[in-house]
């Protein structure tokens, strides 16, 4: 679940910077760039960077201006679930100051979103937008599961090089690489995919994110497109089953 939450979850905070107008005006406060490392104890370690002009995460402390230690990944999941931090090790003023005020500003916004009421999708580019940073974030957790989680493991295992285009049409893309069984999320279309699943509209997405629609029925109506090697469609489908029990 940490890696979720890292991969899935908070990597999301890239998107929702580029696309929202709240989470832009949250940046246009800043005074200064904020690195903000989350190291977790057996699990996950990335630096999530700020500045006025958007978000990027990274591997790895390198780079951070300011550091959070989780002694394990439960206390990793309890900043994500319960906003329970971790202890600051670099930066402590700095962190602290951040994470109390743009960093939760951020993760509230991100989390209106991706766990919306009903109402709230009555508004059509909220429910768009809604979809779409839920499609990122079931596009990190792919590879934070299939890397770590047993279930996912076992199936990436089978699952051949390459690379499979996961998208909304004319909305979102993200390129699910694989190497040597490694799994690894770019939030880009790739040019030359040797895989690809395509949903034909947000709605579409909308429903098969949230169980409404039944997905044999609109792969026999053609509204999933999947073309190439399909085993690894296939193989990125059971995955997928392994999100939705995680992020359910």
Known sequence: MAYVNMYGVLATLENLCDIDDQAKDILKSLKKDVALCFDVAGGPCCTLHFSKSGCKMTEGAAGCTCKMNFASPEKFNALIDDSKPGMPS????????????PFTKLTNRLTELLMPSEDALKDRAFFEESTVLTFYTIAGAISALANHDSVSKFTASYTVDGVVSMGIKDAAYAAIIVKDHKFKTVKEKPQNPRAVM??????????????????????????IYMSGMISMVDNLNRILDRVAAYLG
Request: charged fraction near 10%; hydrophobic fraction near 45%; aromatic fraction near 8%.
């Open 198 to 223: 395509e949903f034909a509209s947000i709605d579409l997405a909308h429903g098969l994110f949230n169980g409404t629609v039944s997905t044999i029925a609109e792969l026999c109506s053609g509204n």
């Open 90 to 101: 670099k930066g402590i003023v700095q962190v602290l100051s951040f994470l109390l005020g």
